[in-house]
């Protein structure tokens, strides 16, 4: 079956622009997650969806950071204003929701990545 | 979370078991062991994770020490294929937890 997918694969814009990341996970995941990467680091928490709503967003940077999930399915992160620092690798996740102890529950499936560079 | 360390990096001959060691001496009663790996310009991608018994799949083995404070995962037979970054990470596994990576080890699979 199809994995997570991410759109764009790349996406390359100025500073001060406001970007839109997209997510489509896989079909019938409840929960999905966003993270970002810098070179050389591992993954790096952003937010939590599980359905439409952001059950944990203690991993946005700042208020130019902003993720929705409007139908329960795919999600879209928003960066207004972006800064250089913002350039890294924007990676999604989901993963089923089971009940507490399942083992479903626990993996986290990524998609490939938005690896977005800010000039 | 529970921190883990993880060597850095690490090489391992082409065909010959890959272990890679993990040390979670804080961990708590309900978390899990996880390991992910991360194939260059990919996603991360699970690969096994257990609470105190050793695990197997077809991917990879997974030993827990008996006091639960470091774990090794075994790649039996390594190939390049299996170059990548390989995070350790605990967790809570009941319900929702955010995965909390750290920097990883670097492994190369050498011809």
């Known amino acids: 079956g199809a994995g997570v997918s991410q759109t764009p694969s790349n996406k390359v814009t100025e500073k001060g622009k406001y970007v839109e990341l997209r997510c489509d996970p896989i079909?019938?995941?409840?929960?999905l997650y966003w993270y970002r990467q810098s070179l050389g680091q591992g993954p790096e928490f952003l937010i939590y969806?599980?359905?439409?709503?952001?059950?944990?967003d203690s991993g946005l940077p700042n208020d130019r950071f902003f993720a929705v999930r409007p139908e329960g399915s795919v999600s879209t992160l928003k960066i207004q204003r972006t800064e250089r620092g913002d350039s890294a690798v924007y990676l999604c996740?989901?993963?089923?929701?089971?009940?507490?102890?399942?083992?479903?529950?626990?993996?986290?499936?990524f998609g490939p990545g938005t690896r977005l560079l800010v000039l | 979370d529970a921190k883990t360390t993880q060597p850095p990096s690490m090489d391992c001959a082409e065909g010959r078991a890959a272990n890679l060691p993990c040390n979670h001496s804080?961990?708590?009663?309900?978390?899990?062991v996880y390991w992910y790996r991360q194939i260059h310009s990919q996603g991360p991608q699970y690969i096994i994770h257990?609470?105190?018994n050793n695990e197997t799949n077809e991917m990879a083995s997974l030993i827990i020490t008996e006091d639960r404070k470091s774990s090794t995962l075994i790649l039996p037979h390594a190939t390049l294929r299996d170059t990548a970054v390989y995070y350790c990470?605990?967790?809570?596994?009941?319900?929702?937890?955010?995965?909390?990576f750290g920097p990883g080890t670097s492994l190369s699979v050498i011809p």
């Open positions: 804080t961990i708590s009663g309900n978390e899990y």
């Open positions: 990470i605990v967790r809570v596994g009941a319900s929702y937890d955010k995965v909390i």
């Open positions: 969806f599980q359905g439409t709503g952001a059950a944990d």
């Open positions: 996740a989901s993963s089923p929701l089971g009940l507490a102890g399942e083992r479903t529950q626990e993996t986290q499936y």
């Open positions: 079909s019938g995941h409840t929960a």
């Open positions: 257990g609470l105190k």
